[in-house]
């Protein structure tokens, strides 16, 4: 299978090429030039397998340049650290199907990807001898997962940087207490936008960069979208062959536009129909919601809500599925991308109806997410983290659709206790993984939010060839 970028310049790659390259040299996002179409028949196979082997089947019609022996192998060994067998767990809600994402390391759906991907680097990185530096900024959870997925790894150093004293408690100890060597936490006294800012200044030092061989490991990466694909399979084959019915709908709490654009992928990839319609959801931050309900899709100020990691405006993700919207057209995409860049808006009124066929959404707003978390808590005793409920409201408001939903459980609700308490007065049990942070020794370098601090300290912890 060969990977295009969306935006048309740069030449098609494998699999793994693709995996290491991340952006495309033209500015664009990699996709596979095709997306395999899965008949009724092979799906109805599908029904027997435990997930790693499931995932094997979907992920091997992306990747042809991995030998079956060691795709498996590196399958295996990313969910062993689940502290489930099956990977995902599913639970019922009234007329809700939720389709948990959190029995991960880090207990947010991010380690099913991430996971996945520490693997791959390394497997990747020991065929031709190669290192790598990952550097990122985060506001919570895409940088725990990160770590917990190549920490320990000879080939890789890793550096995150943080908000100081701006992130949860949870999640700053998740993150500082992992004692490997190749781990560095750098608590950035300033906002998430100033570490944000400080890791593209790096990226845009395109001789540090290639001398230190800087990675990313944000969603733009296409091994993480594929690994994603994989559970909206095995959901539906939970919820709609089980059940004998035929379409599904998937309600999918959305910041970036990655899970759910794994979503689109696996609505391509399933049968026709069988995956009737994809509910995006938002908090407060409705860029995508606008963008599906108006075709607007124009840029406002980022707020913070309960569920920080959809507190994003530009969605990294978005010109992906562009591409599909555009019919596969790369000057449009390219010409629509670079228009938003300058005017941080698009009007794509003119695809409405299209949107229409894959999408339907809603933003929801604080008291509504505080509201739900304490209904299904009241009902059935079922704890929802914030962005789980972001999902599980915008479900209820399209229950006029009239078919399943299962809705994505992206976080533990112990991750965000504070809000949980707030909606439900009690904070919830504490899973064995959390239960001895706080004794735990913690590493972290603070530092100003100063371009040049950091370089210099990354560039004297740096792996580097020998
Ligand atoms: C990252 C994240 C999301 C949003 O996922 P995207 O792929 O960015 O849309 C939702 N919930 C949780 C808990 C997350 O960590």
């Known amino acids: 299978m060969l990977y295009l970028s969306t935006r048309g310049k740069s030449a098609a790659r494998s699999f793994t090429e693709a995996v290491m390259t991340g952006l495309a040299e033209d500015g664009g996002l990699l996709l596979p030039r095709a997306i395999p179409r899965i008949d009724r028949g092979t799906l109805e196979t599908w029904q027997t397998l435990n997930y790693t082997q499931l995932a094997f089947e979907v992920m091997s019609r992306f990747i042809d340049d991995i030998p079956t022996a060691d795709l498996k192998a590196l399958i295996k060994k990313s969910y062993a650290t689940f502290d489930v067998d099956e990977v995902v767990l599913h639970a019922h809600l009234d007329d809700l ?15 099913i990807a991430l996971q996945f991907l520490g693997n791959l ?47 949860s408690e949870v999640q700053e100890r998740q993150m500082t207490t992992v004692e490997d060597e190749n781990v560095y936490n750098i608590a950035v006294k300033g906002t998430f936008d100033d570490a944000q800012a400080i890791v593209k200044a790096i990226f845009g030092n395109k001789e540090f960069k290639d001398t230190y ?30 059940e004998k019915i035929n379409a599904i709908a998937f309600s999918v709490p959305t910041g970036n536009f990655g899970d759910i654009f794994a979503g689109y992928i696996a609505k ?41 990691s959809m507190d994003i405006q530009a969605a990294s993700n ?20 670079l228009k938003f860049s300058v005017d941080g808006k698009l009007y794509l009124q003119d695809y409405l109806a299209h949107i229409k066929r894959d999408f339907v959404a809603s933003s929801v707003s604080e008291t ?42 992206t976080a533990h609700p112990a991750k965000f206790g504070a809000t949980v308490e707030k ?44």
């Open 213 to 242: 061989k800087l990675g990313a490991i944000n969603s733009i990466n296409w091994a993480r979208i594929l690994a994603q694909v994989v559970y909206y399979v095995q959901s539906y084959l939970h919820v709609a062959v089980h």
């Open 121 to 167: 680097f390394e497997y990747l990185l020991d065929q031709n001898d190669g290192f790598l530096n990952i550097i990122g900024a985060t506001s919570g959870d895409t940088g725990s997962a990160a770590i917990h997925g190549v920490k320990g790894r000879k080939r890789i150093r890793i550096f995150i940087l943080h908000p100081h004293q701006r992130i």
């Open 423 to 466: 909606a439900i007065e009690r904070q919830p049990d504490i899973p064995a993984c959390l239960a001895g942070l706080a004794e735990k020794q913690s590493r972290c370098e603070v530092m100003d939010a100063d371009v040049e601090a950091v370089t210099a300290y990354i560039e004297q912890h740096a792996i580097r060839p020998t």
């Open 318 to 337: 978005f010109e992906r599925y562009l591409y599909y919207l555009m019919d596969c057209e790369p000057d449009l995409v390219r010409e629509s991308m």
């Open 97 to 111: 199907h939720i389709l948990e994402l959190f029995h991960g390391p880090t207990l947010a759906f991010k380690d």
């Open 268 to 308: 391509k990839m399933l049968p026709e129909g069988a995956v009737s319609k994809l509910i995006l959801a938002t908090n407060a931050n409705d860029i995508l919601a606008r963008f599906v309900n108006k075709g607007d899709y124009s840029l406002g100020k980022v707020v913070e809500t309960s569920s920080p």
């Open 368 to 409: 509504e997410v505080l509201e739900t978390i304490r209904k299904y808590f009241k009902g059935h005793r079922y704890i929802l983290d914030p962005h789980t409920a972001v999902g599980v409201r915008a479900a209820e408001q399209h229950r006029d659709l009239g078919i399943p939903m299962v809705c994505l459980a």
